[in-house]
């Protein structure tokens, strides 16, 4: 009987874990980073903290540095990292080697389309 409790329990854990994993929630609402991607803005900041996740957070996070953090624009703003509605008066766009910058350190320049995400994102704020 206690064994088949506890396996009751076991799939009833599981099964609840799984429908939060999977549900519409998530569509508009990234959990792990906590980007709500309901509004327009919300997704073009979630598709450029993609493109710097992919490209430069194995370097600018950790003890010293938060950009995994940001989860909204103005932390980005306050970081002093980005201006708002100014792409390329931005420090984080100024630095990419895609326009004569040096980052991705030890990289190649960043894809096209992950540069155009980021300036997207930074022009539509
Ligand atoms: C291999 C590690 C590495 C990667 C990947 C990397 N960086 Fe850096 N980054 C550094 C280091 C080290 C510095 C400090 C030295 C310097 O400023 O050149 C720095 C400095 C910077 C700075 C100025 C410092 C600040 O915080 O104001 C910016 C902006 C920047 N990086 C942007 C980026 C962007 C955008 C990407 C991704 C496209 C990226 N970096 C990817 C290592 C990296």
Redesign the pocket.
């Known amino acids: 009987m206690k064994i088949y409790l506890s396996l009751v329990t076991i799939i009833l854990l599981v099964s609840c874990n799984q429908s939060t994993n999977s549900n519409s929630f998530d569509r508009t609402y990234s959990e792990n980073i906590g980007i709500d991607r309901s509004t327009a803005a919300g997704e073009r900041l979630y598709q450029a903290y993609t493109a710097?996740k992919n490209?430069?957070m194995?370097?600018?996070s950790g003890y010293h540095?938060t950009w995994s953090s940001y989860n909204n624009d103005q932390a980005w703003i306050n970081s002093?990292?980005i201006e708002s509605n100014d792409a390329y008066g931005s420090?984080?766009v100024i630095?990419?080697k895609n326009i004569g910058g040096?980052?991705?350190?030890?990289?190649p320049q960043?894809p096209e389309e992950d540069f155009d995400k980021i300036i997207d994102w930074i022009e539509g704020i």
Do not use: A, V
């Open positions: 710097l490209n430069c194995s370097c600018h540095n002093g990292l420090t984080l630095r990419l040096n980052m991705p350190k030890d990289n960043i």
